[in-house]
């Protein structure tokens, strides 16, 4: 007789605590195991700690599973997570998988898992939280629900058949872009390229920017062509000009030619410049304004959602025109120093014109100079003719400087000891 029960939806992103009630990471999914007559059992938990490293936590050692919260015993082998032969991630593999229910009245697709806990402390998979077929034709509307216990369904899949990844991005949606990013690296390949195909395009090129490059090179080539071009649309203009400079020639060219012109032109003039100059590191689109337009005006240019943290800090002041290339740079408004003034106050009277911007051609060592020096969080870059082409930022300065894997690099990381597979008889609390 089951005497817990609790749904793998909501115990994701759950925090987990060790005894002494300090925060040890977060749950991102469960780990179970097949078994030939009995329903799955669970072997453990992937938790994030901190450093965006997903680690397993064995079932064992979970003293408690309560709302919000789960408490360990404190023992965690901070190894990153590797799924071994036979293990299969509920969030990640389960979710969207269509089964067949056993009593005849035909499919259903996973929607959400209940884990329960037994009188002898093991976890099984319980009840499944399903959704069948629509029954109207409204594109509003969504199937009944229903729930069914493992042993009353069975999994079929055609071949050629993708599983529906759209209950699993759902589950993504509240993650930042670079634990989105670190997410998706972690799920098999195969269950990572259905989900890049299901997720917005803003939020896929959101993640591919927060990835290593043969990660981004990787599922580029796995999208289509017209959808690969829509999400190098949507990425920062550097961080696009990045990416397709790795790629052969005719392969770039070829996107290039399916992205939007404008945004084609912004990568094809930063793919001009060094991969290790201001103009290569730098990104076309700064907050530009005029000499006229007021505090008020630009503090709602800083406003706008999307717009990163680094750039917002600061509007560069030019001459028309007042898109990259702009007419010549006037100087800097800091936004720190915008709260000083009075809405209606024009940005012309408070420009900072003692910083002197770069040349394209800069190095990257001279840029990290200079923001360092002056404790800048962005700084302009100009042509020869003193016109604005763009702005260096400290995070692109350091995507440069950090070695090429430092996404996933851990220094302290070992090679985690060998393990037997899992097997119907494993037993839950044997340390991983």
């Given at each position: 007789m089951s005497t817990q029960r609790v749904f793998v939806a909501r115990l994701a992103g759950c925090t987990v605590f060790d005894p002494s009630g300090?925060?040890?990471?977060?749950?991102?999914?469960?780990?179970?195991?097949?078994?030939?007559?009995?329903?799955?059992?669970?072997?453990?938990?992937?938790?994030?700690?901190?450093?965006?490293?997903?680690?397993?936590?064995?079932?064992?050692?979970?003293?408690?599973?309560?709302?919000?919260?789960?408490?360990?015993?404190?023992?965690?082998?901070?190894r990153r997570f590797q799924q071994r032969g036979g293990e299969v991630r509920v969030m990640a593999e389960l979710l969207g998988r269509k089964v067949y229910l056993?009593?005849?009245?035909?499919?259903?697709?996973?929607?959400?898992?209940?884990?329960?806990?037994?009188?002898?402390?093991?976890?099984?998979?319980?009840?499944?939280?399903?959704?069948?077929?629509?029954?109207?034709?409204?594109?509003?509307?969504?199937?009944?629900?229903?729930?069914?216990?493992?042993?009353?369904?069975?999994?079929?899949?055609?071949?050629?058949?993708?599983?529906?990844?759209?209950?699993?991005?759902?589950?993504?949606?509240?993650?930042?872009?670079?634990?989105?990013?670190?997410?998706?690296?972690?799920?098999?390949?195969?269950?990572?390229?259905?989900?890049?195909?299901?997720?917005?395009?803003?939020?896929?090129?959101?993640?591919?920017?927060?990835?290593?490059?043969?990660?981004?090179?990787?599922?580029?080539?796995?999208?289509?062509?017209?959808?690969?071009?829509?999400?190098?649309?949507?990425?920062?203009?550097?961080?696009?000009?990045?990416?397709?400079?790795?790629?052969?020639?005719?392969?770039?060219?070829?996107?290039?030619?399916?992205?939007?012109?404008?945004?084609?032109?912004?990568?094809?003039?930063?793919?001009?410049?060094?991969?290790?100059?201001?103009?290569g590191l730098m990104t076309s689109e700064p907050i530009i304004l005029s000499a006229d337009a007021t505090v008020a005006e630009a503090l709602a240019l800083i406003r706008r959602h999307e717009l990163h943290p680094a750039l917002a800090a600061s509007v560069f002041i030019t001459l028309p025109p007042y898109e990259t290339p702009t007419g010549r740079l006037l100087g800097t408004v800091h936004f720190q120093r915008m709260l000083r003034y009075p809405p209606h106050e024009r940005v012309g009277a408070i420009i900072d014109d003692t910083l002197e911007p770069l040349p394209t051609t800069a190095s990257a060592a001279e840029v990290a100079r200079l923001l360092a020096s002056y404790d800048l969080v962005s700084v302009p870059v100009v042509d020869k003719a003193h016109r604005l082409v763009g702005a260096v930022s400290v995070d692109d300065v350091l995507d440069y400087l950090l070695p090429d894997d430092w996404r996933s690099h851990d220094a302290d990381e070992q090679p985690a000891p060998a393990r037997p597979a899992p097997t119907a008889r494993a037993t839950p609390g044997v340390p991983r």
């Open positions: 300090d925060r040890v990471g977060r749950v991102r999914d469960v780990v179970v195991i097949y078994r030939k007559d009995d329903p799955p059992r669970v072997v453990g938990l992937v938790v994030e700690i901190p450093g965006r490293r997903h680690v397993f936590l064995s079932i064992g050692r979970v003293t408690s599973i309560a709302t919000g919260q789960v408490i360990t015993t404190g023992l965690i082998n901070v056993n009593d005849g009245s035909g499919h259903a697709v996973i929607e959400d898992v209940a884990i329960e806990r037994s009188r002898l402390g093991e976890w099984d998979i319980g009840q499944l939280f399903l959704r069948r077929p629509k029954t109207s034709a409204s594109p509003f509307a969504k199937g009944p629900t229903t729930f069914a216990n493992w042993r009353d369904v069975r999994e079929e899949q055609n071949p050629g058949e993708a599983q529906s990844a759209e209950q699993l991005v759902a589950t993504f949606s509240e993650l930042r872009p670079a634990d989105l990013a670190n997410t998706l690296l972690d799920l098999p390949d195969e269950r990572l390229l259905e989900v890049a195909e299901e997720l917005p395009d803003d939020r896929l090129a959101d993640a591919l920017e927060e990835m290593p490059e043969e990660d981004q090179i990787h599922i580029l080539e796995q999208l289509g062509d017209e959808r690969a071009a829509d999400i190098l649309d949507a990425m920062e203009p550097d961080d696009a000009a990045d990416l397709l400079g790795q790629l052969p020639e005719t392969r770039l060219e070829q996107l290039l030619d399916l992205m939007e012109p404008e945004e084609a032109e912004d990568v094809r003039e930063l793919l001009k410049y060094g991969p290790d100059t201001a103009g």
